[in-house]
Each structure stands twice: as structure tokens, then as C-alpha cells.
């Protein structure tokens, strides 16, 4: 009978957040054409639709510049390859022809043919409306499907001769981690050392794998340059068996070094993973 009051409460707890409770907002994200894979690698063997990307917003930006100077030889120059860019969009995905304003540019072609300098800047900042709308819908899929690491082929050294896949290589880092934290919590520091030794390894062999997709070592040295003392504060810290000092130097290597590469890579390939369903 004691019990009942505490049930009761729990009871009105769960009901009036369930009262509460409102339906998850639901975004529906469009995927780009498939001839869109073309332009990108591994299908191309440069990133072909990136550069025309690039060329785009520098040649539309020199267009308007030598307008506001009045230059019309070089308005006509970078006009011209502006225009060539843009009509290029819909000989590179049909599908987005019809998304192209080509009555604004034929507009902007004339102006300029006309020297009239005072028009083009109207006229690209229509145009621009026109990418600005494909951006919005496309730009952040789109990076998630072509501009993310495919992992999917890559291995890691288990340490015994053999080798794992990244996922089965960031669950046994996940779970010696957590080792390390429990062992050094109960204070079995030989068994927190050992997890700790295996930890290490299994980052080293992951640091080498890094170099299938980078071509030099910057990006993982920026992630694993400052292991070695991480770890010699973790090992010192478990030791002494200074509980508080362990937890805050597995923190460190948590943070600055797991946590660091996440940032940059698995958020992308978790996305790119939904979206290749």
C-alpha cells in the first residue's frame, strides 16, 4: 500500500507526457538524378561536376565585376563562358533542363552583345536565383552521396593476422574503451592496462588506414599526433589507480581523438548509408 502514492504519480508522470507527447516532423530530403553519379568518382575520374560548380560562380562573378567597370571586351569574354557553363548543367543532367532559366541568359548574351553593362547585373542575379533553388533541394544530398569516403572496402590490422572491417574495427574500439573505464572504475588496473595496451594498438592500425583515402599524413596527424601522451597520462593516471584522473584522461583521447574524426566522417557516411537505401 505504501507503494501506491509513487505509483500513482509515476502514472500521472507518464500520462501527461504521453498527453504532451507530439507527432516527430517528418523531412523528406529528394535525391538528385542518378546520371548525376557520372560527374562525380568514382564513376569520373575528376570531379567533374564539383569544377563546373567552381567555374560557374567565377566566371559569373568576373561577368559582373568587368560590368561595374564597364570592361566589355572581358565582360563579353567571361560572359560567354558563363553562358557555355550553364547551358552545360542540362547536357550534363537532362533531367535538370528544365530547371535552367535559358530566357534570362539568352537576355544577358544580348546585353552584352549590345554593350549594355548596366543590364547584366539584373540579369545574373535572376540567373542566380535559378542555382540558389537546385542548391537548397540538392547541394547537402548530394555531398552525402559523392563527396563522403565509401569505407566499405577498406580493412584494418586485428592485431593477430587477420583483419577487420571499419565497422567491426570501431566496435572493438568502442568496447575497449568502455573496458578500459569499467576495469579502472573497479579498480582491476591489470585488467584496465591490458584493454588499454589493446586500445592502443587497435588506434595505431586504424591511423594506418587512413592513408587509402588521404595522400599525405596531415589529416591524421591532426587526429593521432598527440596520442602518445594521451596514453601516458591514462597509464600513469591507472598506476596510481586515481580514479578521477582516468576518467578525465579518457576523456581526452575521447574527445580529441574518436570523437575529432567523427566530426568529420561518420555523420556524412551514416547519412550517405540512409540515403543509399
Not at 507526457?17 to 564513376?43: D, I, N
Not at 537532362?94 to 530547371?99: E, G, I, K, R, T
Not at 592513408?211 to 593516471?237: K, N
Request: glycine letters at 8%.
Amino acid at each position: 500500500m505504501r507503494r501506491a502514492p509513487a505509483l500513482l504519480l509515476l502514472g500521472l508522470v507518464l500520462g501527461w507526457g504521453a498527453a504532451r507527447a507530439q507527432p516527430a516532423e517528418e523531412v523528406t530530403l529528394h535525391l538528385p538524378p542518378p546520371s548525376l553519379a557520372a560527374w562525380y568518382k568514382p564513376a569520373n575520374r575528376r570531379q567533374v561536376w564539383l569544377h563546373t560548380m567552381f567555374g560557374l560562380r567565377r566566371e559569373m562573378q568576373a561577368a559582373g565585376d568587368y560590368a561595374a567597370l564597364g570592361e566589355l571586351e572581358r565582360l563579353r569574354e567571361w560572359g560567354g563562358r558563363f553562358a557555355a557553363s550553364y547551358r552545360r548543367i542540362g547536357e550534363m543532367v537532362p533531367q535538370w533542363s528544365d530547371a535552367l532559366d535559358l530566357e534570362s541568359l539568352q537576355r544577358l548574351e544580348s546585353a552584352m552583345a549590345a554593350g549594355d553593362a548596366g543590364e547584366v547585373p539584373r540579369l545574373l542575379r535572376k540567373l542566380s536565383h535559378s542555382c540558389d533553388s537546385c542548391h537548397r533541394e540538392y547541394r547537402a544530398v548530394t555531398v552525402a552521396l559523392y563527396r563522403t569516403p565509401d569505407f566499405s572496402a577498406l580493412r584494418v590490422d586485428d592485431g593477430a593476422g587477420g583483419t577487420l572491417t571499419y565497422p567491426e574495427a570501431m566496435e572493438r574500439l568502442s568496447v575497449l574503451v568502455n573496458r578500459v573505464r569499467i576495469a579502472s572504475d573497479d579498480g582491476r588496473a591489470q585488467a584496465a592496462r591490458e584493454a588499454l595496451h589493446a586500445l592502443d594498438g587497435g588506434l595505431d592500425a586504424l591511423a594506418g588506414s587512413c592513408g587509402a583515402c588521404h595522400r599525405d599524413a596531415v589529416p591524421a596527424d591532426r587526429v593521432f599526433a598527440d596520442r602518445s601522451r594521451q596514453f601516458a597520462v591514462l597509464g600513469a593516471a591507472l598506476e596510481t589507480a586515481d580514479r578521477e584522473a582516468a576518467g578525465r584522461a579518457l576523456g581526452d583521447i575521447a574527445v580529441k581523438v574518436c570523437a575529432l574524426c567523427h566530426g568529420v566522417h561518420r555523420t556524412l557516411h551514416d547519412l550517405k548509408a540512409r540515403l543509399a537505401r
